[in-house]
């Protein structure tokens, strides 16, 4: 059974949003269904799931006419008196049943179960929903496991993964030995990636790389098949984008070029499909921002992007298997960039980073772009090989005054070390098994006010600003 962060966002919900729905969003085979029936099992008294695919009561409870239908059905399942709070009930496969989305809202309001709905390709097939409960529901992302989670279910203890955070604070190097093991673990990390099956079949196999392979080609070829089901009438411009994506990555910009798709390609045509693929969570879209300043999306460039994705273990999967083992092995030679700047990517997005770069036609390309609490632009680049302290556009991005940028990460298999490079301003350069803490550093835009507040440093001020009192006018 594998360790998941989310398990105490859904602690979360249950707790503090009890007139709210869960809806429990992600891509395919990310664990969205074994969390959630774990939770429940775990946190209520009785789970009661349907599954709009498989179950065959399920059109019994789709084809409820209004809200007390739909509760007096769900109480006939439950097949005893319900108790309020007490039973949690999971619609799986809701896309399946979208009248129900709707109808959920009336279900919270009833007060006698607390619901959690999750699905295939919900980012893609809930937009269709004709009345969407707005303020009756709470959304939250499952992601492929994050380095931290990999290594916590590889044994790691909390004490060495604050000793991480510690070094990485201070920016002092860790010890040699711990520091080569760890590079170690982060390439392994790399080239199994984070769907569970695969991390569960790297734990139950004592470490079968081709099993683990075995693994990834199968749930590359169910994304291939969803395509097919989901994206209906532009099938094959969806297949040929998803296809694409080693290829472009394999390039030395890794922007994506639309002639690839077709000769005169232009982006208009083909962004509702690289949206689908967003929105289904296949892939993740790193745009470019024009001008590196505070309030990066002011200047973002939609048609300009590169595309990573999901999962760097089912990426590596697509390339021949030479580039799985050039990884582990730590091969300098052979140029990785594209798989290191796709699990970066990864560890970004999963902590609500939106994903942005920067590339001028004279100045070069930083691979990242983040802000920090105070408003502070932070570049970040990514190095797989020996030259990692060779960073040209990094350093003419520092080099430009107007826009105000005073330091940046380097990410490598260095150890952690700082220099003070264009005009005194310092870059740290981060072994990519800290990138966790890199990106817990940075601003996120996709979480509440409090997380918001606590990731500054701030959870004990209070939102709470009563209006001013005007009775006197």
């Known amino acids: 059974m594998l360790a998941r962060k989310a398990y105490g966002r859904l602690l979360d919900w249950k707790h ?33 799931k349907i599954d709009f695919l498989r179950d065959e009561y399920a059109p019994y409870v789709s084809h409820a006419h209004d809200a007390r239908d739909l509760v007096e059905r769900l109480s006939l399942l439950a097949g005893h008196k319900v108790e309020p709070g007490k039973t949690l009930v999971f619609f799986d496969e809701v ?81 040699s030995a711990l520091h080569d093991r760890l590079i170690r673990l982060f390439r392994l990390y790399i080239v199994v990636g984070g769907m569970p ?26 994304y291939r098949a969803d395509i097919s089901k989901y994206a209906r009438e532009r099938t094959l411009q969806v297949m040929a984008i998803f296809d694409d994506i080693p290829s472009q990555l394999d390039k030395e910009n890794k922007r994506f070029e639309l002639k690839s798709l077709r000769k005169k390609a232009t982006y208009e045509r083909y962004a509702n499909d690289f949206q689908w693929l967003v929105s289904s969570r296949a892939a993740l879209k790193t745009v470019n921002v024009r001008e590196p300043t505070t309030m990066l ?48 990517a990864q560890e970004l997005a999963s902590a609500r980073i939106a994903l942005r770069y920067h590339r001028h036609s004279s100045r070069g390309e930083v691979d990242f772009i983040g802000e920090t609490p105070n408003r502070e632009v932070v570049p970040l680049e990514v190095k797989s090989g020996k030259t990692y302290k060779r960073h040209v556009a990094l350093n003419n991005l520092l080099s430009v005054e107007e826009f105000g940028v005073q330091s940046a990460y380097v990410l490598s298999e260095a150890n952690v070390s700082v220099e003070n490079r264009v005009a005194s301003k310092p870059v740290r350069y981060v ?13 996120s835009e996709d979480i509440g006010a409090q997380e918001e507040l606590a990731r500054m440093g701030l959870e004990t001020q209070s939102l709470l600003v009563p209006p001013p009192d005007l009775s006197a006018f």
């Not at 072994?431 to 601003?443: C, D, G, H």
């Open 197 to 222: 099956a695969a991390v569960q079949t790297y734990i139950e196999t004592a470490g079968d790389l081709g099993a683990v392979r075995d693994v990834q080609r199968d749930l590359v070829q169910l």
């Open 95 to 175: 896309q399946e049943a979208q009248n129900l989305v709707t109808l959920s809202k009336y279900l919270v309001e009833d007060g006698r179960f607390r619901l959690v709905m999750s699905g295939s390709m919900l980012g893609v097939e809930l937009r269709h929903v004709k009345s969407f409960p707005v303020g009756f529901l709470h959304v939250e992302t499952l992601f492929p496991l994050d380095f931290e989670e990999f290594c916590r279910n590889q044994g790691m203890t909390d004490s060495l993964w604050d000793r991480m955070r510690t070094h990485f604070t201070a920016a002092q190097p860790l010890e």
């Open 431 to 443: 072994p990519l098994y800290l990138t966790p803490f890199v990106a817990a550093s940075l601003v």
């Open 16 to 48: 503090k949003d009890a007139n709210k729905v869960l809806l429990v969003d992600g891509a395919r085979q990310v664990g969205k269904t074994f969390l959630i029936e774990q939770f429940g099992r775990e946190q209520f008294d009785e789970l009661l």
């Open 297 to 344: 999306r002011r200047t973002e460039e939609p048609n300009r992007f590169k595309l990573y994705q999901s999962d760097t273990g089912m990426l590596v999967s697509r390339y021949p298997l030479t580039v799985a083992m050039a990884v582990i092995a730590g091969e300098k030679d052979i140029n990785c960039g594209a798989v290191y700047e796709n699990v970066v």
